[in-house]
């Protein structure tokens, strides 16, 4: 079955850097990637998701890339700022994402202000 | 427009017995998805609900099980509870053969 990797498991920047977490995924069959952002004690929240007939995608200071040769895909935060502190999950689903989300072990990334 | 939501919010039960956790999708939604989030272990797939039947469920023993009613409400019920089954568990819904999928607040379950 599928299998994602999600690296790192945490990440400590500076306010006003950029971060980056990558995952990696085993089945080529899977075609939709989303990420969530759980905050403590909170649901988790899908800030971006992509599709794996686009490369790339945007939305203000985040943005999703994915490498279907290579079987990866990255979330990039840019100018992260201390409410962007949360853990991040990464998932793949196959058919759209209609089946099931197989998830990432997260990442808790935490901003210094 | 009202998210998924998810009761009771906490629960406690002692080894052995059963529990009941119970999830209605956003209006609209006739797809149930239900996860295990066990500390250190991210979110695991359980069961998947469509339009009243059970889709696919994930490496879980039988004793985890659930439905989903005509009104897309869906229950998850856990027999003979162990202490490996505190975690929260998250249900999330999403409209039929279609992303994204929505997450509620999700049920504390603590075993004794």
Redesign the interface.
């Given at each position: 079955g599928e299998n994602v990797e999600q690296h790192p498991s945490t990440l400590s920047v500076q306010e006003g850097d950029s971060a980056v977490i990558k995952c990696t995924y085993s089945d080529s069959a899977s075609n939709?990637f989303?990420w969530?952002k759980q905050e403590l004690g909170?649901?988790?929240?899908?800030i971006i998701?992509i599709r794996s007939n686009v490369g790339e995608k945007k939305d203000q200071r985040i943005a999703v890339t994915l490498n279907k040769t290579a079987k990866h895909f990255s979330l990039h935060i840019t100018e992260t700022q201390p409410e962007d502190s949360a853990v991040y999950?990464c998932?793949a689903?196959k058919?759209?994402?209609?089946?099931?989300?197989?998830?990432?072990?997260?990442t808790k990334l935490t901003v210094n202000p | 427009e009202a998210g998924v939501t998810q009761s009771p919010t906490h629960l406690i039960k002692t080894r052995g017995q059963q529990a009941t956790l119970r999830c209605s999708p956003i209006s609209g939604h006739t797809s149930v998805y239900w996860y295990q989030q066990a500390l250190g272990l991210g979110l695991q797939f359980l069961l998947w609900y469509d339009e009243g039947e059970e889709r696919n469920r994930g490496n879980f023993p039988p004793r985890f099980s659930g439905r989903q009613f005509p009104n897309y409400s869906s229950e998850l019920n856990v027999n003979a509870l162990e202490l490996e089954d505190s975690a929260l568990y998250l249900c999330a819904s999403s409209q039929t053969g279609m992303a994204p999928q929505h997450f509620g607040d999700g049920t504390r379950l603590s075993i004794l």
């Open positions: 939709y989303p969530y909170k649901r988790p929240q899908l998701d999950f998932a689903s058919k759209g994402g209609s089946e099931k989300l197989v998830f990432g072990k997260g | -």
